[in-house]
């Protein structure tokens, strides 16, 4: 892995609450427009480092480098160049829909002429020129998913973190929503999604997944499937967490 195409960079991160450990000496690199998936079971440690990727929190030792940005001395740099989607939706639901657009491009550092610009984009690239003037309360539980993901990114960042993104919605919308993350992808946004749905496993680039606050794994989902010789990432999670 090249160096200068590393856009995550963490070695022996702990992260400890009294005497529990939640996450426990973690190294990994994530590069340029990878799609890596950070798996494991609810209660394994994943969103407790999330937050302390995107500068939420911070680590109790390790050496962390996000965006280019060290995470002790640059966290407020870095949160200008990531994005962040919560298990939440992270929207307003009692705002409209383009009120919650130019919000978050605001909030972001976006120009006025720029938050127009990217609004209508948006609204055009949804298909939501339509209910831009609808609370977002009214909207479909996968409308507002692929709006609050569009928001996440829409300053461009150089990375997004997704928390267990596509909780509480059906195949068929989780798929579509995919389809947005391949996109980010292609544009050169490192996308960072942290799930416990193994079929999901397979849409990455790379993937680690973590046990008891541990990495157990790392690699491609082919590599991982070939390693623990199972014929899907189930498999090869439920060999790991046994």
Avoid at 47 to 52: E, G, H, P, V
Avoid at 187 to 206: K, P, Q
Wanted: aromatic share 10%.
């Amino acid at each position: 892995m090249e160096t200068d195409s590393i856009v995550i960079r963490v070695r022996d991160m702990v992260k400890k609450f009294g005497d529990f450990t939640a996450n426990d000496r973690l190294s990994f690199d994530v590069q340029k427009g990878e799609i890596f998936g950070f798996l494991g079971a609810n209660g394994a440690g994943k969103t407790t480092a999330l937050r302390i990727l995107c500068g939420l929190s911070l680590p109790s030792s390790g050496e962390i480098n996000v965006a280019g940005f060290d995470i002790y001395t640059e966290r407020e740099k870095m949160k200008k160049r990531i994005g962040y989607m919560s298990q939440k939706f992270s929207l307003y639901e009692d705002l409209k829909v383009y009120e919650n657009i130019r919000l978050y491009a605001g909030i972001y550092g976006l120009s006025r002429k720029r938050i127009r610009q990217r609004t209508d984009e948006l609204l055009d690239t949804l298909e939501l020129e339509d209910v831009r003037n609808k609370l977002i309360a009214e909207l479909p539980l996968g409308w507002r998913q692929k709006l609050a993901f569009s928001v996440a990114i829409i300053h461009q960042p150089s990375i997004v973190f997704l928390d267990e993104p596509t909780g509480g919605v059906d195949p068929i919308t989780r798929r579509q929503f995919w389809d947005l993350i391949y996109q980010a992808s292609r544009d050169g946004i490192t996308v960072f999604v942290t799930t416990h749905y193994m079929d999901e496993a397979e849409y990455c680039d790379r993937v680690s997944i973590m046990d008891a606050g541990r990495i157990e794994a790392i690699g491609t989902p082919t590599e991982l499937m070939d390693e623990y010789d199972s014929v899907n990432m189930d498999e090869v999670f439920i060999k790991i967490a046994r």
